[in-house]
């Protein structure tokens, strides 16, 4: 799994402009949550503390990249979109931002790829935080992804 986090890490820098702007790293996975990493310094607003663009950038992509990773290791060629969301801010962030992603309650990886299998799309709910001071969410996401198959065409030349 390390090979296709770190792969996942390089396309993400390589391909998002903006997940090299905030400077974002992959700095754990384990198949059931994924969190990201990025420095304060770059992400810092006219208070002092974080942008509340970046908040929402890093905690989008760390859902989108929950999802990414799995379909990378069960093997499937998939495109990744986030249908709709909900952020809510509830205190400032002083600090390096860390953002945790995990599906939602009552979402499982099962009926996710089962769904996929069937009709080569699936859905599902994610939630995302990144902590405050105290270890209490200070910013949380709650989003629907969706994965997408690709179609490989053959007949292009």
Do not use: H
Request: charged share 25%; proline share 3%; net charge neutral.
């Amino acid at each position: 799994m390390n090979t296709s986090i770190r792969a996942l890490e390089r396309e993400m820098l390589a391909d998002i402009p903006l997940a090299r702007a905030i400077d974002l790293r992959i700095a754990d996975a384990d198949g059931d949550s994924l969190t990201l990493a990025a420095p304060l310094e770059p992400n810092i607003n006219d208070k002092g503390c974080a942008f509340g663009g970046s908040l929402a950038s890093l905690l989008t992509l760390a859902g989108w990249s929950l999802l990414s990773l799995r379909l990378r290791i069960a093997g499937e060629d998939c495109d990744v979109y986030v249908q709709d969301s909900r952020l809510r801010y509830l205190a400032p962030v002083w600090g390096d931002l860390r953002a945790t992603a995990r599906l939602a309650d009552g979402e499982d990886w099962k009926s996710f790829f089962g769904m996929l299998a069937a009709r080569g799309k699936s859905r599902l709910r994610v939630l995302a935080s990144v902590p405050g001071e105290n270890g209490a969410a200070a910013t949380t996401l709650e989003a629907r992804f969706v994965a997408l198959r690709r179609v490989v065409n053959l007949g292009a030349a």
